[in-house]
T-cell receptor
């Protein structure tokens, strides 16, 4: 069964710092990997989706990489801002069905 | 384009009562998902529909949970009777089709069972 782990569970950084969030998964047979943002009491907002054939995706200050063979993905956030404070979830899609989620990294960016 | 709509946003019930949640997916999305997110955990899939047919309900506690998508558009998720451990956020998502397509999530319904 697919298991997804995110490290660290929580992270506090000063504004302006670059940071990396980590995600690992046990079964490399994935369709894609998706990074989400979740604000308190809200649903999930998709940030980046990387297909299994891709190595990375970029959107603004965000860059996500995927190393399928080693079962790892990283989300890089450049020049962090207080508005980036949220929980970041990664999820992998296996087969044609559901997403397997990690437990998330709670990010706090201190002004 | 309008996103995934869910209602109610919050619900408080006593254990052994019944509750129902509603979801309206993005127009044209054939696949609809219901997830359960317990506090401090990632969402867990409960059921996936492709149009009005069930694709995966392997993690749905069928003794108390039921879901339907009669016309292949809106969906309802019901819990009867509720238990304390059902307290969670229930998220609905939709995608164009299943497979490698991006899922879009609604705001969720926060259920508290007392």
């Amino acid at each position: 069964k697919q298991e997804v782990t995110q490290i660290p569970a929580a992270l506090s950084v000063p504004e302006g710092e670059n940071l990396v969030l980590n995600c690992s998964f046990t079964d490399s047979a994935i369709y894609n990997l998706q990074w989400f943002r979740q604000d308190p009491g809200k649903g999930l907002t998709s940030l980046l989706l990387i297909q299994s054939s891709q190595r990375e995706q970029t959107s603004g200050r965000l860059n996500a990489s995927l190393d399928k063979s080693s079962g790892r993905s990283t989300l890089y956030i450049a020049a962090s801002q207080p508005g980036d404070s949220a929980t970041y979830l990664c999820a992998v899609k296996t087969g044609a069905n559901n997403l397997f989620f990690g437990t998330g990294t709670r990010l706090t960016v201190i002004p | 384009e309008a996103g995934v709509a869910q209602s109610p946003r919050y619900k408080i019930i006593e254990k052994r009562q019944s509750v129902a949640f509603w979801c309206n997916p993005i127009s044209g999305h054939a696949t609809l998902y219901w997830y359960q997110q317990i506090l401090g955990q990632g969402p867990k899939l409960l059921i996936q529909f492709q149009n009005n047919g069930v694709v995966d309900d392997s993690q749905l506690p069928k003794d108390r949970f039921s879901a339907e998508r009669l016309k292949g558009v809106d969906s309802t998720l019901k819990i009867q009777p509720a238990k304390l451990e059902d307290s969670a956020v229930y998220l609905c998502a939709s995608s164009l089709v299943s497979g490698g397509y991006e899922q879009y999530f609604g705001p969720g319904t926060r259920l508290t069972v007392t």
